[in-house]
């Protein structure tokens, strides 16, 4: 019987811990929250930093702030004090820390306003309900690092270069002022006896260009260039100094942030150094200084870092944003093609257009003149067919040829297939009556129909033999090649950097897209598809995106591109 007995409560021992925790997760699900259930606990201040603490221990700490959180926040949510009137209205609005509360499978988010003043400190739990926290216990909150963010002055001091860059210090110790009008620290970083490698940032046109964003009550500045000390003064001395491009410094700065009277909230100390790869200043040119209106410019920069830094206006506007592009021949250039439309309306007659370029980090723009020469397009009546106009040039056939053709014009091909070779006519051997099918023309729909309509010729118009070969104008990929009511069957080529040639009207199409096509290749068939008149001819155009330009200076001249 007494074997039986001990056996008895043998058992029972054993299954001891797993009635406690059955009880645990009932208390866990049913009840308030619990130190013994809580498991896990986050936190989220007020500038969305979230830190995370875990049980490892059911010893409980000595319940401070910078200890075990679990078991400061559970003590402090049972020291405070049920506020029957409920969250003072001023806090209602307020930003809050929220934390939440992990047990077993069940998450329990509580609210915490606190603020620089800690008699003045709520929570309010899951079910709505207020507490007013024990002064103690805000005091003892807002002397830990997780509420930083109620005192701005805490954030160190960021050192950034010219090229947004930040440094990182060798050493920096920081302290700010608490509410109790006292210092404590928030940082202190001493890289000195590690082996981090020092950093590298270009320093373009010899400017150091330094911005802390809080700025050094005193900075203390030395260069050394190929093992000499080049520089050891203080920083606002530092324009005295001549920086060699192409080579490489060592720089240290000690900074010092002083005590001023509490005006900063904040004082301390840091020290840095990296290598700074001094770098020409950026600079632009035009390949050209005049041109007609319809015709374009290649500007070219030189020793830009990064493309989207660059800002393009002009005055008057030519509406058009330019895109540079890498020049694969020689990574030191940047080239953008910029097209000046012969509708400008403002380009009526001979004028200057004033070009500012701008890479905001490196100083005031750099502003370059064009010279846009007085030129006057003539008129000419364009006799078409009744039915042809009304079956091919109508408002809706003019919007679906614009709607396919967007994308094949916005496209941006990085790489130059044109050489240093002159464009060619599609058709080899013909001319145009440029005054007649030149490029820019107004046109005057005339002939039976009588619409008067006028419109801009945006290219040539050959009118030829049946049979006729299309040429490739210059190398290039063909982007497409399809048939649309307006145009006819069309063939659009990428020569890259935006530039592009368009032939319409064809019977015949040789090429597809995706094909990479020489100068002089044979792309298709003159033919009389599309809003033409019935002999055969074909219709060839040049543009930069989607901007028309005349192609009669790409047959006298390359496009000029100086290295």
């Not at 404590?184 to 330094?210: A, C, D, F, K, Y």
């Not at 592009?325 to 000046?340: C, G, Q, S, T």
């Amino acid at each position: 019987m007494k074997n039986k007995v001990i056996a008895f409560f043998c058992i029972i021992a054993m299954f001891i811990p797993t009635y406690i925790a059955i009880a645990h997760y009932i208390t866990a699900q049913n009840s308030t929250l619990d130190l013994r259930v809580v498991s896990k606990m986050q936190l989220l201040d007020l500038n969305g930093n979230v830190f995370t603490f875990e049980r490892k221990s059911t010893v409980q700490s000595n319940n401070t702030a910078e200890d075990n959180m679990i078991d400061f926040f559970m003590q402090l949510n049972e020291n405070s004090r049920l506020e029957e009137s409920g969250l003072p209205d001023p806090l209602k609005d307020k930003d809050s820390f929220v934390v939440s509360y992990f047990s077993y499978d069940r998450e329990t988010k509580f609210n915490y306003y606190f603020s620089s003043n800690p008699s003045e400190a709520y929570f309010t739990d899951n079910n709505g309900e207020a507490f007013r926290i024990n002064e103690d216990d805000a005091n003892n909150f807002l002397l830990s690092k997780y509420a930083r963010c109620l005192f701005p002055s805490s954030a160190e001091p960021v050192l950034t270069l010219a090229d947004n860059s930040t440094v990182e210090p060798l050493k920096l110790t920081w302290r700010y002022l608490t509410h109790l009008n006292q210092y404590i620290e928030s940082v202190n970083i001493n890289n000195t006896t590690t082996n981090i490698p020092i950093q590298t940032h270009s320093l373009v046109g010899g400017v150091l260009g330094l911005n802390f964003n809080v700025w050094p009550d005193s900075l203390y500045v030395t260069i050394v260039e190929h093992g000499k000390s080049i520089f050891a003064d203080w920083y606002e001395n530092l324009s005295s100094i001549n920086l060699n491009e192409n080579t490489t410094i060592n720089i240290t700065l000690d900074a010092v942030w002083y005590d001023d009277d509490n005006a900063r909230g904040a004082n301390g100390e840091a020290s840095y150094q990296f290598y700074g790869e001094v770098k020409a200043q950026p600079s632009f040119y035009l390949e050209k200084t005049s041109i007609d209106p319809g015709e374009f410019v290649v500007l070219t920069g030189i020793n830009v870092q990064n493309i989207n830094d660059i800002k393009f206006s002009s005055e008057p506007s030519i509406n058009f944003t330019p895109v540079f592009f890498v020049d694969d021949k020689d990574n030191r250039y940047v080239r953008a093609l910029i097209p000046v439309a012969y509708d400008l309306p403002e380009i009526d007659e001979s004028k200057d257009l004033n070009i500012a370029i701008t890479i905001s980090m490196y100083g005031n723009p750099q502003v370059l003149n064009l010279t846009v020469k007085a030129k006057t397009f003539k008129v000419r009546d364009y006799a078409i067919a009744d039915s042809n106009i009304m079956a091919r040039r109508t408002e809706d056939t003019i919007e679906a040829f614009k709607k396919a053709l967007a994308s094949t014009y916005s496209s941006k091909e990085s790489k130059r297939y044109w050489d240093d070779d002159l464009f060619i006519s599609a058709l080899e051997g013909y001319t145009i009556n440029k005054l007649a099918q030149g490029f820019g023309i107004h046109r005057r729909i005339s002939g039976s129909a009588g619409t008067g309509e006028r419109y801009r010729n945006p290219g040539i118009d050959y009118i030829t033999n049946g049979g006729e070969k299309v040429l490739a104008v210059s190398s290039g990929r063909v982007i497409y090649e399809g048939e649309q009511i307006l145009s006819g069957k069309i063939v659009v080529i990428d020569h890259g950097w935006g530039l592009k040639s368009t032939y319409c009207h064809m019977s015949i199409v040789s090429v597809k897209e995706g094909d990479i096509v020489s100068r002089g290749s044979i792309i298709g068939i003159v033919g009389a598809t599309g809003f033409t008149r019935p002999d055969w001819g074909l219709h060839e155009s040049i543009s930069v995106f989607d901007v028309p330009v005349s192609p009669y200076p790409m047959w006298e001249n390359p496009i000029p591109l100086k290295y």
